[in-house]
């Protein structure tokens, strides 16, 4: 459930990698897993998407999209390195969860290569087709462990998803900058939407 991350300083990164990932030799029952899990209700459409992973198993993810309030959950079960990401487009705000660390990371979500909720959608029925296109973008977010901590939450702000999500963690406030080439590796963890939206939260030690 790691990667390399970055740091500098005493500040530590999330890598926002943008990613849709070509999957040329999937099995032909994980395209039939992916055509049956897709169901409505409510407003709502909810996917379980099952694809393999790098050590010959398979990776699950439940998202969940609600039409009517305007905002995606994707939850993805790998043990430890499980993870829940709500991106709310009605507050503008996405909040990552991770369950080894637990601790939650908000960013905004002004930044121009977030998807819209119509494209975020578009790019899950592409992955189902397993039509995807593959790209090495990154946005790099920043957040300090000290300064970065935020102490009132004002959860009107940050709406209730974000709220039932994070409400009894710490949360950690992150800010979208520009790829500095002066960075260290560090161990990360993946959270977002893998092979779509993934997020690689970075943290380490102080220098």
């Known amino acids: 459930c790691s990667e ?27 395209c039939l897993v992916l055509a049956i899990f897709g169901t409505q209700s409510h407003g709502y459409d909810v996917y379980n998407i ?16 609600d039409n009517e309030n ?8 790998a043990g430890s390195c499980s993870s829940t990401t709500v991106f709310d487009y009605k507050h503008r705000y996405i909040a990552s969860r991770v369950l080894s660390r637990r601790a939650c990371y908000i960013l905004d979500m002004k930044h121009k290569a977030i ?6 959608k578009r790019y899950i029925y592409e992955r189902k087709a397993l039509k995807n296109m593959y ?3 990154y946005i790099w977010v920043k957040y300090s462990p000290l300064q970065s ?20 963690v710490p949360l950690y406030k992150g800010e979208v900058v520009e790829k500095t080439h002066d960075i260290h590796a560090e161990a990360c963890t993946k959270t977002g ?5 993934g997020i690689s939260i970075c943290a380490g030690t102080d220098a």
């Open 193 to 197: 939407f893998l092979g779509i939206l």
């Open 135 to 137: 790209s090495d973008k």
């Open 149 to 168: 901590l935020i102490t009132h939450v004002d959860w009107f702000l940050f709406g209730s998803p974000i709220k039932q999500l994070c409400s009894h």
């Open 70 to 77: 305007h905002f995606a959950i994707i939850n993805i079960h």
């Open 4 to 30: 390399k991350s970055t740091k500098l300083g005493s500040t530590c990164w999330i890598t926002l990698n943008i990613t849709t990932a070509k999957f040329q030799n999937c099995l032909s029952v994980v």
């Open 50 to 65: 099952i694809s393999p992973n790098n050590n010959g198993g398979n990776l699950q993810e439940t998202v969940t999209v």
């Open 115 to 120: 998807p819209a909720l119509d494209q975020l």
